[in-house]
């Protein structure tokens, strides 16, 4: 065997520990082969590209909801959309909470569904931003003197 076929020995990307490559892989290989080192890189490896990809899947789930409606079809359109009303209890609580039932009948469901996709898209961006802003406050706060934060009943000031 020709020494530039042989595979040096490295550590494993999860457990650390050493191991010698299989050829056959090569510099592919990046765990020892361990069933529970291979599963918890490929579950890294998900995690990133779900990470990296995260409007795909939004996109699936619109595409999704909208393609179990059915036609647009007025006389087809309340048999189709009764599984998606509020009253379903399979259903998530939707982030409008107002009365479906009356919203449908003035506005198409595809179109209710994409507002609701839209109020829960602007929704976890408002909670994004407040849990920074909550965090920010709570460094600013540690900052101070425990005496300028109490109520004054229990500490007295230096």
Known sequence: MEAKHRHRKRPCRVCGKWYAPNPRLGD???????LACRQKWHARQCAKWNRKNRTYFKEIYLRGRLRSLGSDH????????SSWRINDPS???????????VI?????????????YIVRLLSRGVQEVMRTQLIETQKEIRKLPMWSISRGDSQKPP
């Open 28 to 34: 592919r290989q990046q765990t020892c082969g361990v």
């Open 74 to 81: 007025p006389a087809q359109r309340t048999s189709s959309c």
């Open 91 to 101: 259903r998530r609580s939707s982030p409008l909470n107002l009365p479906q039932e």
């Open 104 to 116: 449908q009948e003035v506005i198409e469901v595809k179109a209710l569904i994409i507002i609701e």
